[in-house]
T-cell receptor, first 115, second 117 residues
């Protein structure tokens, strides 16, 4: 069965500092991996996704994530945090060879950016 | 496209009342999902449809919950009777099926915040 673990329900960084949000997955087949962002009072929006090919994936707003099979990780990074990055971030995994398809979301990490 | 449209945005009701949440997916999308979000349990998939047919309803908490998709442009999630523990934000999302099964991107609505007193 697939699962996703996000380490740290809350992360605080200073404006201009590196953002690192951690995601580890468990999957019996090569996974498809996603990061979504949720701003207050809104639905989730896609930041980036990995399906196949290049393991370093670039997304919107300067975010990127690297798929590391050996570590079963898909951590999200951004070199320099901006105040507008304050939001909740969700990692998700989905992949099934059985003909069904289900997104499994992590519990989310709330990012706070300090001035 | 206006995106995924959900109504109502906020609903306050009393225990025992029937609640109906509505969703209009993006035109042309063939998958529709209902999620529930709470502080305690995070995002939970309740049910999803493909081409208006329910595929997996294993996340529906109990018989009080039901979902329908009578056509490609409309879905409802009904709770009858409602209970205080049903208080949550309910999200509808839709996606377009592609060749790589499971690689679809979900587009979420803004959510319906339900409070059951």
């Amino acid at each position: 069965a697939q699962s996703v673990t996000q380490l740290g329900s809350h992360v605080s960084v200073s404006e201009g500092a590196l953002v690192l949000l951690r995601c580890n997955y468990s999957s019996s087949v090569p996974p498809y991996l996603f990061w979504y962002v949720q701003y207050p009072n809104q639905g989730l929006q896609l930041l980036l996704k990995y399906t196949t090919g290049a393991t370093l994936v670039k997304g919107i707003n300067g975010f990127e994530a690297e798929f590391k099979k050996s570590e079963t990780s898909f951590h999200l990074t951004k070199p320099s945090a901006h105040m507008s990055d304050a939001a909740e971030y969700f990692c998700a995994v989905t992949r099934s060879l059985s003909g069904t398809y289900k997104y499994i979301f992590g519990t989310g990490t709330r990012l706070k950016v300090l001035a | 496209d206006a995106g995924v449209i959900q109504s109502p945005r906020h609903e306050v009701t009393e225990m025992g009342q029937e609640v109906t949440l509505r969703c209009k997916p993006i035109s042309g999308h063939d998958y529709l999902f209902w999620y529930r979000q709470t502080m305690m349990r995070g995002l939970e998939l309740l049910i999803y449809f493909n081409n208006n047919v329910p595929i997996d309803d294993s996340g529906m908490p109990e018989d009080r919950f039901s979902a329908k998709m009578p056509n490609a442009s409309f879905s409802t999630l009904k709770i009858q009777p409602s209970e205080p523990r049903d208080s949550a934000v309910y999200f509808c999302a839709s996606s377009l099926g592609q060749g790589q099964y499971g690689a679809n991107v979900l587009t979420f609505g803004a959510g319906s915040r339900l409070t059951v007193l």
